[in-house]
T-cell receptor
Framework: GQQVMQIPQYQHVQEGEDFTTYCNSS?????IQWYKQRPGGHPVFLIQ?????EVKKQKRLTFQFGEAKKNSSLHITATQTTDVGTYFC????????FGTGTSLTVIP | DTEVTQTPKHLVMGMTNKKSLKCEQH?????MYWYKQKAKKPPELMFV???????INESVPSRFSPECPNSSLLNLHLHALQPEDSALYLC??????????????FGEGSRLTVL
């Protein structure tokens, strides 16, 4: 299957700090989705990006799709303990292949 | 709460056992998926069914046998598994096959332990 790399693999932040995870593909992504998986839980859909350069916001979360459609990012402003979990991007192309994931720990 | 239901939630089996994992959705989705997830790893695609037909088999060993009896049900039959097959098995569905057709809805998973 396809592989989409995410960095960093792990991130520990103090509550209130910002957090960013990056998703990188060697091939052009037709579109990309982001999922969050809480510890012990299952992946839950967050958002889908389709257009080159697209930026979407959900409260404290900002999602961006690169101009070349080969990368994407998720930025969380002022993290909270409820943000704990692993964030996955999913792509490329026509199948739901998941990226390697970034595990976020928020220290109260 | 998830709209994709998986049973059982936990399963322990020996290497000679035969067991099945079941998945059900009533959202009218026509694509259903099996993923395998090891600890601290991303979900790994195993099988995709589209309109009840096997669309993708990601070179999964034959000891895993999927079945889609109808548009709402997806089974994964397990036989002669190895301890390294111990993992969380996630079922998911989407409106249609393909990442452009909408999101994946996941079940809570079946945690399998092979002794």
């Amino acid at each position: 299957g396809q592989q989409v790399m995410q960095i960093p693999q792990y991130q520990h932040v103090q509550e209130g700090e910002d957090f960013t995870t990056y998703c990188n593909s060697s091939t052009t992504l037709s579109n990309i989705q982001w999922y969050k998986q809480r510890p012990g839980g299952h992946p839950v859909f967050l958002i889908q990006l389709v257009k080159s350069g697209e930026v979407k916001k959900q409260k404290r979360l900002t999602f961006q799709f690169g101009e070349a459609k080969k990368n994407s990012s998720l930025h969380i402003t002022a993290t909270q303990t409820t943000d704990v979990g692993t964030y996955f991007c999913a792509g490329p192309g026509n199948q739901f292949y998941f990226g390697t994931g970034t595990s976020l720990t928020v220290i109260p | 709460d998830t709209e994709v239901t998986q049973t059982p939630k936990h399963l322990v089996m020996g290497m000679t056992n035969k067991k099945s994992l079941k998945c059900e959705q009533h959202m009218g989705h026509r694509a259903m998926y099996w993923y395998k997830q090891k600890a601290k790893k991303p979900p790994e695609l195993m099988f995709v069914y589209s309109y009840e037909k096997l669309s993708i088999n990601e070179s999964v060993p034959s000891r895993f046998s999927p079945e889609c009896p109808n548009s709402s049900l997806l089974n994964l039959h397990l036989h002669a598994l190895q301890p390294e097959d111990s993992a969380l098995y996630l079922c998911a569905s989407s409106h249609r096959q393909g990442i452009g057709t909408g999101e994946l809805f996941f079940g809570e998973g079946s945690r399998l332990t092979v002794l």
